[in-house]
């Protein structure tokens, strides 16, 4: 589904342009939408109880975002721009609205959910593996998806955060996987052997 062009055809949004590092919410604001990315790369983190920064997901153009926040009390993480963005806000009650008049928008949005619970069960799944090459080596193969080779979105310390390692594990973890053949590296790009 389209999802900029439908939004943009509903009344009452609006474009948000973000500078680098700006954040669009915090945890614990009351919610005034859901987004859609435009440009650029948004990120959903929070931080631990250690104070340790977590990483709940990269937003890249093209995706919603924020879905689950139409249902709530208030945002349950932070959102920052992770380079200038671009993102087109839909204010709750309008797209609440839209839900209750047009049943394939509906659709459309419980299919984006379902969608984001099976990622957020995958990533459990991976959070669960205890043995950090292992973990790694399983979140690797995930985003390659059917390639040997992948980019990374964002840093290597967002990497760990993103499957719960502390960065410096991370760093002799992927250090150990190419010593072992597994794995090559070239800045952020990680061919899979």
């Not at 993480?77 to 394939?104: G, N």
Request: with cysteine; glycine share 8%; charged share 25%.
């Amino acid at each position: 589904m389209d999802w900029g062009r439908i939004f943009l055809l509903m009344p009452g949004v609006q474009r948000r342009n973000l500078k680098g590092g700006e954040i669009l919410f915090k945890r614990g604001d009351p919610p005034f939408g859901m987004f859609y990315l435009e440009a650029g790369k948004m990120r959903l983190h929070r931080f631990g109880r250690d104070g340790e920064e977590m990483t709940i997901a990269i937003i890249l153009p093209g995706h919603t975002f924020a879905e689950a926040s139409l249902f709530s009390a208030e945002y349950h993480c932070d959102c920052t721009a992770e380079e200038p963005s671009q993102a087109i806000v839909f204010p709750q009650q309008i797209v609440l609205a839209h839900i209750e008049r047009d049943p394939m928008f509906a659709k459309a949005v419980v299919h984006r959910l379902a969608s984001q619970l099976q990622e957020s069960r995958l990533r459990a799944e991976i959070r669960a593996i205890r043995k950090a090459d292992e973990r790694v080596m399983a979140a690797l193969t995930l985003m390659a998806g059917n390639k040997s080779v992948l980019q990374l979105n964002g840093s290597q310390k967002q990497f760990a955060g993103e499957i719960g390692l502390a960065h410096e594990v991370l760093y002799r973890t992927l250090a150990k996987l190419e010593a072992e053949g597994r794995i090559q590296r070239q800045g952020r790009t990680i061919r899979i052997i």
